[in-house]
T-cell receptor, first 117, second 114 residues
């Protein structure tokens, strides 16, 4: 049971380049999300998904794009990288109990450290 | 909108000292509350959670937290810290029903001197 797997672990980009951070989970979790972690700012929610085909914006969505074509995968795309997007990115997932269920415990990936020059 | 405020960004304690980390939240409804911990070089993991019931919840490694609804607070406590508690601690808030969006505070870096 791998849990939440993120790739790559490290990436260096030049300003203006695009790239995709991959996230996959094997726990059949419906809820998946992306956070960025910056010193002194904690984890800020970028985008999240409550199931295949359903995505929504978090606190800091600008410059990022997501899609959820399968339950397992939730890639994060940087459309045109900027130095302000230098950060550590975490993918997290949780199961839901359906209906009017609320949030549950998140399982996190190991993180992807991105540097934009 | 949800928001979380953690009062201390950096805390330095000696071993055996008591710990209390403050957390206040803002949300217009019933909440689920969490404390997560990130040990050096490790994944973020759950320390403890409150969904309903007894407002005093116990987690792993001797940590506990008290939910005070009237103060919108969920402070984390440990009576006697150890060097191995050196880590970054995050408070988080999420809807109790009808949603899953989990919002985190800025985190508190705890350093415990041996």
């Amino acid at each position: 049971n791998a849990g939440v797997t993120q790739t790559p672990k490290f990436q260096v980009l030049k300003t203006g380049q695009s790239m995709t951070l991959q996230c996959a989970q094997d726990m059949n979790h419906e809820y998946m999300s992306w956070y960025r972690q910056d010193p002194g700012m904690g984890l800020r929610l970028i985008h999240y998904s409550v199931g295949a085909g359903i995505t929504d914006q978090g606190e800091v969505p600008n410059g990022y794009n997501v899609s959820r074509s399968t339950t397992e995968d939730f890639p994060l795309r940087l459309l045109s990288a900027a130095p302000s997007q230098t950060s550590v990115y975490f993918c997290a997932s949780s199961y839901t109990t359906g209906g009017l269920a609320g949030a549950n415990v998140l399982t996190f990936g190991a993180g992807s450290r991105l540097t934009v020059l | 909108a949800q928001s979380v405020s953690q009062h201390n960004h950096h805390v330095i304690l000696s071993e055996a000292a008591s710990l209390e980390l403050g957390c206040n939240y803002s949300y217009g409804g019933t909440v689920n509350l969490f404390w997560y911990v990130q040990y050096p070089g490790q994944h973020l993991q759950l320390l403890l959670k409150y969904f309903s019931g007894d407002p005093l919840v116990k987690g792993i490694k001797g940590f506990e937290a008290e939910f005070i609804k009237s103060k919108f607070s969920f402070n984390l406590r440990k009576p006697s810290v150890q060097w191995s508690d050196t880590a970054e601690y995050f408070c988080a808030v999420a809807p109790h029903t009808g949603g899953f969006k989990t919002i985190f505070g800025a985190g508190t870096r705890l350093f415990v001197k041996a």
